[in-house]
């Protein structure tokens, strides 16, 4: 069983900054990538950002060098430093990892539960 815990949503007005970490535990070996997906009201869940288990980063365009992602390997934790946010950023946020269980050993993705940023204007 492997849980992935969100937390640093909130609101903000537009141009200020928000923190979100996720943290994974539970049975596991590893982690290969983890990420964050936003949905917004009515639109799909879609990719924001992805970082490999070595540090390679994948941005949406739209994020791109105001969106930052990181991670802790030690802590099987990634985290979104979010900057210069508008309020087409609103939307509820989801933190996923691929992730290597020992009982049973398998390798699968799991999901958060989701936090709501949402940016004023």
């Known amino acids: 069983q492997v849980q992935l815990v969100e937390s640093g949503g909130g609101l903000v007005q537009a141009g200020g900054s928000l923190r979100l970490s996720c943290a994974a535990s539970?049975?596991?070996?590893?982690?290969?990538?983890m990420g964050w997906y936003q949905q917004a009201p009515g639109k799909q869940r879609e990719m924001v950002a992805d970082i490999t288990s070595s540090g390679t980063t994948t941005y949406e365009d739209s994020v791109k060098g105001r969106f930052t992602i990181s991670r802790d390997n030690a802590k099987n934790t990634v985290y979104l430093q979010m900057n210069s946010l508008k309020p087409e950023d609103t939307a509820v946020y989801y933190c996923?990892?691929?992730?290597?269980?020992?009982?049973?050993?398998?390798?699968?993705?799991?999901w958060g539960q989701g936090t709501q940023v949402t940016v004023s204007s």
């Open positions: 996923y990892g691929v992730v290597v269980t020992h009982t049973p050993l398998n390798v699968g993705s799991y």
């Open positions: 539970g049975s596991i070996v590893s982690v290969k990538n």
